[in-house]
Each structure stands twice: as C-alpha cells, then as structure tokens.
C-alpha cells in the first residue's frame, strides 16, 4: 500500500487544486479531475461548520474547539483545511453568543477568509440547522447566497483533506446525500434494561459515521424543515433525517482514520 503522507496540524491535510496540487486527482471522478484542472467546481459549493457544542465529554472547561493545540485554537486548523480547498465559496461558522466574539478574533488573527458566522443553537442539529439558514436567509449584510451541494463539517474534526471533501460531495451530487464512514474499532452491544447484555451486533456489517458529510442544499434543509423537536434534540445523523424526511439514501463514502473529533 502507497504510505500516506503526514499531515502536520499546520498544515492538516492534502490539497488536490490549487498551487499545492501535485498533478491530476486519480482516486476521485471527471468532477475530480476537473476540479483539480481548473481549481473550481461546476456547481456552488458551501460549508457549515457546526462549533457551538460545549466539550461536556472532554470535561475541560474550555470547549473543545477553542482548546490550544500548538498554541493555536483546535477550529483555525479545521477552517484552514476548508478555506484552502478553493471550490468551497462560502463557509458559515455556528457559534455560540458567548462565543462570537472569541470566534471574531481567531478570525482575524489567522487570517480566515470566505467566512461568516451563525448563531449556533442548544443542540448540535440546531446548530447546523442555523447554519444552513443562514444560507437562504438573506440578511442586509450578508452576502451569502444559496449552493447547490453543502457540505457539513464538525468544527472539532481538523484532519480533514480535500479528497475526502470532493468525494462526498461528488456522492451527494449524485445520490443527493453522502457521508464518511470508518470501521468499528470496538464492537457495538446493545445492553438490557438490567444492565446485562442483551445482544451483540455483528462487527464487520456496521460501520462508524464520521463527518464530513454533503447533501444536496435542497435536501437536508427540507429534512431540517420537516423534522421533529425530538430529531432536533435528540438526533445525532444528518444522512438519516436525509433519508427519513426526504427518502433519500446517502451514499457511504470510506474516510480516512484521521477523520477523528
Ligand atoms: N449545541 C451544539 C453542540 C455541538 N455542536 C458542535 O458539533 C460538533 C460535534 O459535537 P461534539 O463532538 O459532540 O462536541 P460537543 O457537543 O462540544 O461535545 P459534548 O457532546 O461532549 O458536549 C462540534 O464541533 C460541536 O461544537 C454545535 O455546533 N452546537
Ligand atoms: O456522529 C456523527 C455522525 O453524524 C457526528 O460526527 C457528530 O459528531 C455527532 O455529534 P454528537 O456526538 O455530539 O451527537
């Protein structure tokens, strides 16, 4: 197998257009190559970036995606990775009140370019469901217009490269949703209310959702429209309000391991 190149957190992933790109993409489509000719795609392409969520897990006092890796808050190395990938026009931000003005300062000081920010909401679904509003909804100031394909990242997933990005979105294009997906690493058991096991799911048929994740603009925001308060507390799939609320059936596309959040 081709050894993979190291991504550095400065520069976190591969760029396919662009002065960094090393040739034409050979493991995406024509839209690949295409993209990696031209530096552009066919088709309008947006970002929302959800970062509202408060790091509970981690239980650091900080949320995750302000913490500082080499002295440099985690989501500038995530916007770095989306504003160097030329064909994405438009990246929207969702953060919290609390958060903005921190969030506007990162901006500055790194330089971000081709972004604008959202309120992020009490649940991450609200969040992206803020996000993508923020796309349609045409405010006085923003310049913001409606993309064809947007693609739905965790602010909290740096790693993220270019290929992995024209491949779901090529999928999403296509099939109208697409997501990355990742093998179990440990094996998914389903416990009895007892708290004894119930049962075992069989390993090999499932896999790990991962993100990024791209859809047709029309698709997900009629999924979100639609959608219950319960989806938007309690959810934790985009792909699957795409297929419960507008039938479509996201295409799995294999990430790579550095996808992590
Ligand atoms: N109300 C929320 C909750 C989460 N997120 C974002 O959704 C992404 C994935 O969420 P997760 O990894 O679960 O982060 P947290 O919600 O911050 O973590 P926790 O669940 O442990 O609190 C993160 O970029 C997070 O900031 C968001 O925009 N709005
Ligand atoms: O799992 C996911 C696939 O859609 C998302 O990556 C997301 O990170 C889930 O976030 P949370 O754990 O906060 O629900």
Redesign the pocket.
């Known amino acids: 197998m081709e050894p993979r190149p190291r991504c550095s957190p400065a520069e976190p992933g591969r760029c396919l257009s662009g002065p960094r790109a090393s040739g034409p993409a050979t493991s995406v489509s024509r839209l690949g190559a295409a993209v990696a000719e031209l530096g552009s795609c066919p088709f309008a392409v947006a970002a929302v970036l959800?970062?509202?969520?408060?790091?509970?897990?981690?239980g650091v006092p900080t949320?995750?995606?302000f913490c500082p890796v080499l002295e440099r808050p985690l989501i500038s190395y995530t916007l770095q990775a989306l504003e160097r990938v030329p064909w994405i026009k438009d990246i929207v931000v969702?953060v919290t009140g609390e958060n903005m003005e921190a969030m506007e300062s990162i901006i500055r000081k790194y330089g971000h370019k081709r972004i604008s920010l959202a309120e992020?909401?009490?649940?991450?679904h609200?969040?992206i469901f803020n996000g993508l509003k923020a796309l349609v909804e045409h405010q006085p100031d923003s310049e913001l217009t409606k993309p064809e394909v947007v693609v739905i990242h965790?602010?909290?997933r740096p790693f993220v490269e270019e290929d992995v990005l024209l491949r779901v979105v090529t999928a999403a294009k296509e099939h109208g949703a697409a997501g990355a997906i990742r093998p179990l690493v440990s094996t998914v058991i389903s416990p009895s209310a007892d708290g004894c096991l119930d049962h075992s799911l069989e390993r090999d048929k499932h896999r790990a959702s991962e993100m990024p994740q791209a859809f047709l603009f029309d698709v997900i925001y009629e999924a979100y429209q639609q959608c219950s308060d319960y989806d938007l507390e309690f959810g934790t799939e985009c792909l699957q309000l795409a297929l419960k609320y507008c039938h479509t059936k996201a295409k799995l596309v294999e990430g790579s391991p550095d996808l992590w959040?």
Not at 50 to 58: I, L, N, T, Y
Not at 120 to 124: E, L, P, S
């Open positions: 959800p970062a509202g969520g408060c790091g509970e897990r981690m949320p995750k995606q969702a992020a909401g009490v649940t991450r609200r969040s965790d602010a909290v959040k």
